[in-house]
Structures are given as C-alpha cells and as structure tokens.
C-alpha cells in the first residue's frame, strides 16, 4: 500500500509518542512501589505522549484545530480541521501492566471523519485507515468478520467505572441481555483497540458508553473502512455528540442494537411492574 502524505504525518507523530509511551511502558512495573505511585507517573507518561503529537501535528498541519484528552480544545485558524488525539487510550491497563493500549488520533475535516490511526506500541500493531482508501493492520488489508450469529460471536463492552456508577444499572441490564444471546463477552479497557479488534475481525461487535470524540474518532474511520457498521447505542448516527458506540458487521451490528434497546425498555417497564404489585 502507498501512505498519502497525510498519513506519513500521523504515522510518524504516533510512531515518536509510541517510543516514549514504550519506555515508560516498561518502567510502570517498577513504579508499583515507589513514593508517589505509579498515578502520577502514567499521568505524566499521558502528558508527554500527547505533547509529541501535538507538536508533530502542528508542526506538519499548521492550524488545525485539536481535541485532546489531556489539553482540551485548542482551536485553529483552520476552521475546516479538527484532530481527536487520545495519547493513551487503556490508561487504566498500562497502568497495571497489561499491554492493551494505544495511541489513538482521527481527523475530521468540514465535519466528517477523514483519517484514522491507532498504535499500540506494547505490540507494534499500527491500525490506520483514509475515507475511502480502505483500513489496514501494518500493511494487511482489514475486513470485519463474517460471522452473522451472535452464538458464535465475541463481542466487547466498556464497563463504566467506579467513577460512573451513574452508568452501572443500564450497563448491567445491558449486559445481561447480551449475555443471554452473544458466544462470549470481553472487557478489554481500550475503546479505541476494541474498535480496531472489530474492524480486524478479531472481535465481532463492540458497544459502549461514556466515552469521548478522541476514544473513538479513529475507529471508527477504521470501522468503515473495514466495511463495518457503527452507530450510537441507540442506531443513530450521533457517536461523536453523545458519546456511545455499538458496532460490528451488518448482522452483529443490528442484532446488538437490538439487544441494547430491549434491555433498556425492560429497565423502563420494570418500575411500572413494581407499581402494579
Ligand atoms: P482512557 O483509558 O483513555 O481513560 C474503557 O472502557 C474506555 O473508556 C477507554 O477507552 C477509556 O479511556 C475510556 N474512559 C473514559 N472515561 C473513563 C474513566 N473515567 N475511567 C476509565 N475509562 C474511561
Ligand atoms: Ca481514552
């Protein structure tokens, strides 16, 4: 395959963060022990990752405008272009030392989905994907799996965390629903790999919510491309406004959609079920 110029520039700017996020990688292990803990010290990882993108970035595609985990909004004279940068998606699992994580960063342009690109450095996978170019694995053309039953399918999830329990019934009802249909249910703790694992594949569908324009903005430019369906939670097309992801093949994809809308009309019903005893 021939990288555009576009994607030589994103290429190289996750390929420098991923060197230092590889570093660090192998340092958490050891930080397990010390004063400040190992906290401070992913934040720290996060920070300086996200500061060689930006400075890559901008220097390449001088006023674009950034969306960013760490540093917020910096708005650009480039009204036209947005990037969506998550220096380190699976903070929660590089910080225990599980090697699920990457660098994630996607480029809107007038409003659409452009480019997408997520590295993981722990395993040297680098997923990227152009509209209308197709998506690729290090080279190796990305399709979604065939599989139409969810029996034998491997679907992912996020599960709020602590931190969210706001979220935690809906999700649990959720889950139990898809749990009585899908083969076999992940947690992986990385929107972004979770995206790309569908686009290659791998998985077979994927939802969640409570996530962010740079948790999913390049996958799911990945997704597309890799010939797959991605929505909300809810089969709309407002991921990116309100934060949900469900995702798969057509068929997986639909069936899912599905799963999650019973489950929270049963979630509605139940109230009304209690009043009537
Ligand atoms: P993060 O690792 O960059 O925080 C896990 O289900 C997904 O949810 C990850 O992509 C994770 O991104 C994202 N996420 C967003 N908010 C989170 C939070 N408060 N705690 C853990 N994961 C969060
Ligand atoms: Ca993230």
Same mark, same amino acid.
């Given at each position: ?129 152009? $509209?209308? +170019?197709?998506?690729?694995? #290090?080279?190796? %053309?990305?399709?979604?799996?065939? !599989? *139409?039953?969810?029996?034998? &399918? =491997? ?14 019934? $809906?999700? +649990?009802?959720?889950?139990? #629903?898809?749990? %009585?249909?899908?083969?076999?249910? !992940? *947690?992986?703790?990385?929107? &972004? =790999? ?14 969640? $919510? ?68």
């Amino acid at each position: 395959m021939i990288r555009s110029a576009l994607m030589n520039v994103m290429t190289a700017a996750a390929l420098k963060a991923g060197r230092g996020l590889k570093r660090d990688f192998g340092e958490v292990e050891n930080l397990q022990v010390s004063v400040k803990g190992p906290g401070d010290f992913v934040s720290a990882a996060d920070k300086r990752a996200e500061k060689t993108v930006f400075e890559e970035l901008s220097r390449a595609r001088p006023g674009y405008g950034f969306l960013m985990e760490e540093g917020g909004r910096v708005e650009g004279s480039d009204k036209s272009h947005t990037w969506h940068i998550d220096p380190l998606d699976g903070t929660t699992n590089f910080l225990h030392g599980l090697p699920i994580f990457a660098i994630s960063i996607g480029l809107e342009r007038e409003g659409q989905l452009v480019a997408g690109l997520v590295y993981n450095p722990a395993t040297d996978d680098l997923y990227i994907a152009e $509209r209308g +170019q197709g998506a690729y694995l #290090n080279n190796t %053309r990305l399709r979604v799996a065939a !599989r *139409r039953d969810l029996a034998d &399918a =491997l679907i992912t999830c996020g599960i709020p965390p602590l931190n969210r329990a706001a979220g935690h019934a $809906r999700f +649990q009802s959720e889950l139990a #629903n898809v749990m %009585r249909h899908a083969g076999n249910v !992940r *947690r992986l703790g990385s929107a &972004a =790999l979770d995206m790309c694992f569908v686009a290659a594949g791998r998985c077979d569908g994927y939802w969640e $919510r409570g996530i962010q324009t740079w948790d999913m903005a390049a996958g799911i430019v990945l997704l597309r491309e890799a010939g797959g369906f991605v929505t909300d939670a809810d089969g709309g097309g407002e991921m990116m406004a309100n934060g949900t992801i469900c995702c798969g093949n057509e068929s997986i994809h639909r069936r899912l959609l599905d799963l999650l809308r019973e489950a929270d009309m049963g979630r509605r019903a139940a109230p009304l079920k209690a009043a009537q005893l």
